[in-house]
């Protein structure tokens, strides 16, 4: 069942023009749905190419983030970078996104945020039409595949959800804050490349 605001279509269907994908980016970057557009510097919309093979998704910008209007751009973002490289994937077949477009106060994760943003997120998906899904943390997981159990049992362990088979990882955060999340990190990175290497037909 999908999550409220989803809609039930798998990854790789419809289709999107670079004009299409410019006029949602403009929708999102002036959108005022929330209380989080009166504390932003710049909307994060998303980093990478119009069609990636592989698209991360995160939960919500932070301080830098939030000063260049692009994901992952500080120090969980420089994690998340040697991560990709390290399964093979090159810079351009990836795609960034997060669940909320805005800086939440103190960068804690908004429920309500994240409810209003949604509607966009979906379009992102469809637009992007990526081969492949990876959710960077729990919330991110619990959005794309909301069935899934808790993050620190479902990390390393593709998971079935309304967009099709999602790879749950650890924010890129945790290894860097929890040394017992070092190895972990490490471990499911190993795993991500072998899920990657796989058949699309054989990722769920």
């Known amino acids: 069942m999908a999550a409220p605001g989803a809609r039930e279509v798998r990854i790789g269907e419809g289709g999107a023009s670079g004009a299409d994908w410019e006029l949602l980016s403009e929708e999102i970057a002036a959108c005022t749905r929330c209380p989080l557009h009166r504390g932003r510097t710049h909307v994060v919309v998303y ?92 919330h991110a997981l619990h959005t794309l595949a909301p069935s899934a159990p808790p993050i620190t049992q479902a ?19 945790a290894p860097m804050h929890a040394p017992k999340y070092a190895a972990r990190w490490a471990h499911d990175l190993t795993a991500l490349r072998a899920w990657l290497a796989l058949p699309s037909t054989q990722t769920s």
């Open 47 to 138: 980093r990478g190419g119009l069609h990636p093979t592989v698209l991360f998704v995160g939960e919500a910008p932070g301080k830098d983030e939030d000063r260049l209007g692009l994901p992952f751009v500080g120090r969980a973002g420089r994690v998340l970078d040697r991560a990709i490289a390290s399964v093979g994937l090159e810079a351009e077949t990836v795609g960034i996104v997060n669940l909320i477009k805005c800086r939440p106060p103190s960068n804690v994760f908004d429920a309500a945020a994240a409810r209003t943003c949604r509607p966009f997120l979906d379009r992102q998906l469809v637009l992007l039409r990526p081969q492949r899904l990876v959710s960077l943390g729990r």
């Open 155 to 173: 990390a390393g362990f593709a998971q079935d959800g309304p967009f099709g088979a999602v790879f749950p990882l650890l924010h890129p955060a």
